[in-house]
T-cell receptor, first 112, second 114 residues
């Protein structure tokens, strides 16, 4: 499974758009890109998943360039409650989830 | 209804003791997991299990053992607890275990070994 690289931390003011980029240079053809969010003292929860181009849901958008070697999670107009750790993972349906690598994620701090 | 639940939420115990953490999922998933999140916030998978296969991360000491009485439960038993076992343990589940599937996590069990 491809390993991912993310910034360790980011700060943002309330109301701004936040973009967190993840590098996955060794992504395989069948890999999907998945982002999780973890609030303090809680388990991670799924935010968004994509394969290519752009995916949008009620929480975030995910931008994936044509070469798929990176992806960007975009959070529109963040609020204090978006302070959390964000994890980027890549994997496919044939590879077991036991091989997924969460790492330390990106710690986003939203400032009033 | 809570999708993935764990008990206890907090566990404080002495070195050398044996303890168990329970996990239940009501999502009808076939695969369950245990993760350990240490003080540096690394989230590492320990086990994945479905009704066919147990996969153990090679770095997990054999003092840790998962027990699954049925598809909806995966309990974690820890023997001879050590100081380094202090961490937050998360249970999770997914439909059938593929790396592209959404995993649903429990609230975590905070274990402190004194």
């Amino acid at each position: 499974l491809a390993k991912t690289t993310q910034p360790i931390s980011m700060d943002s003011y309330e109301g701004q758009e936040v973009n967190i980029t993840c590098s996955h240079n060794n992504i395989a053809t069948n890999d999907y890109i998945t982002w999780y969010q973890q609030f303090p003292s809680q388990g991670p929860r799924f935010i968004i998943q994509g394969y290519k181009t752009k995916v949008t849901n009620e929480v975030a958008s995910l931008f994936i360039p044509a070469d798929r070697k990176s992806s960007t999670l975009s959070l529109p107009r963040v609020s204090l409650s978006d302070t959390a750790v964000y994890y980027c993972l890549v994997g496919d349906s044939l590879t077991g989830a036991n091989n997924l690598f969460f790492g330390t994620g990106t710690r986003l701090t939203v400032i009033p | 209804d809570t999708a993935v639940s764990q008990t206890p939420k907090y566990l404080v115990t002495q070195m050398g003791n044996d303890k168990s953490i329970k996990c239940e999922q009501n999502l009808g998933h076939d695969t369950m997991y245990w993760y350990k999140q240490d003080s540096k916030k690394f989230l590492k998978i320990m086990f994945s299990y479905n009704n066919k296969e147990l996969i153990i991360n090679e770095t997990v000491p054999n003092r840790f053992s998962p027990k699954s009485p049925d598809k909806a439960h995966l309990n974690l038993h820890i023997n001879s607890l050590e100081l380094g076992d202090s961490a937050v343990y998360f249970c999770a589940s997914s439909l059938s275990g593929g790396a592209d599937e959404t995993q649903y996590f429990g609230p975590g069990t905070r274990l402190l070994v004194l």
